[in-house]
C-alpha cells in the first residue's frame, strides 16, 4: 500500500516555505512593530528575563533584547530559527537572544520562568491557542505580563497573502 500523508493540522510546512521571504514580507509592517514596541518598552528592563514565542525571523527581538536581562527567541519553525539565527550575524549580534525551536503548546520550561511572554500575530493562527495560553501562563512568574498583540487589517488588506497561503495548504 501507498504511504499515508498526515495531514499538516499545524501548518508548520507553511511557514518552513514561507520563511525565506517572511523578513521582506514583514518588513511593510515595521511601522505596526515599532508601535508594539513603543507599548512594550514600558513592560521590560534590565531584571526582566523575557519568553518570545513565534519569534518569526526577530521582527521584536532585536528591537527589544538589548532592554532586557534575557531574551529567548523561539519559533515553531525551524527554517524562521535559522533565518533568524542568520540576521543576528555581525550587525546585530547580541549576547542576550537565544534562538530556540520550540512549541507554544509544550515548552519545554520550569515553571514561572519567565517575566514577560510576547507573542506577537499568532494566538489567533495557532490551531490550540487554548493549550499555547495554558503553557503561558504555567511557564509565567505569578506577578509576569503576557504581552500579545495582533494585527488587524484594514478591509482588502493582501488577498495575496492570503491566496498564496491557501495555496501553499495553510
Known amino acids: 500500500g501507498g504511504m499515508i500523508m ?7 510546512g507553511f511557514w518552513e516555505k514561507f520563511a525565506k521571504i ?3 514580507f514583514m518588513s511593510k509592517n515595521d511601522r505596526a512593530y515599532e508601535k508594539i514596541c513603543d507599548v512594550l518598552k514600558n513592560y521590560i528592563d534590565k531584571d526582566k528575563n523575557v519568553l518570545e514565542l513565534a519569534c518569526g ?3 521584536i527581538t532585536f528591537r ?17 530559527v535559522k533565518e533568524a539565527v542568520k540576521m543576528n550575524g555581525d550587525k546585530n549580534k547580541s549576547e542576550k537572544i537565544s534562538f530556540l525551536v520550540q512549541d507554544a503548546t509544550n515548552l519545554t520550561y520550569e515553571d514561572e520562568t ?3 511572554v510576547v507573542i506577537a500575530n499568532a494566538l489567533h493562527i495557532m490551531p490550540e491557542p487554548k493549550k499555547a495560553l495554558e503553557e503561558i501562563h504555567r511557564v509565567l512568574k505569578k506577578d509576569g505580563i503576557l504581552f500579545a498583540p495582533t ?3 484594514e ?5 495575496l497573502l492570503i491566496w498564496l497561503m491557501e495555496k501553499v495548504g495553510f
Open 6 to 12: 498526515a495531514k499538516d493540522t499545524t501548518n508548520k
Open 22 to 24: 517572511y523578513t521582506l
Open 57 to 59: 525571523t526577530g521582527q
Open 64 to 80: 527589544m533584547a538589548e532592554k532586557s536581562l534575557f531574551w529567548e527567541a523561539t519559533d515553531y519553525s525551524e527554517n524562521m
Open 114 to 116: 519567565f517575566d514577560v
Open 151 to 153: 494585527f488587524v487589517y
Open 155 to 159: 478591509k482588502g488588506y493582501s488577498k
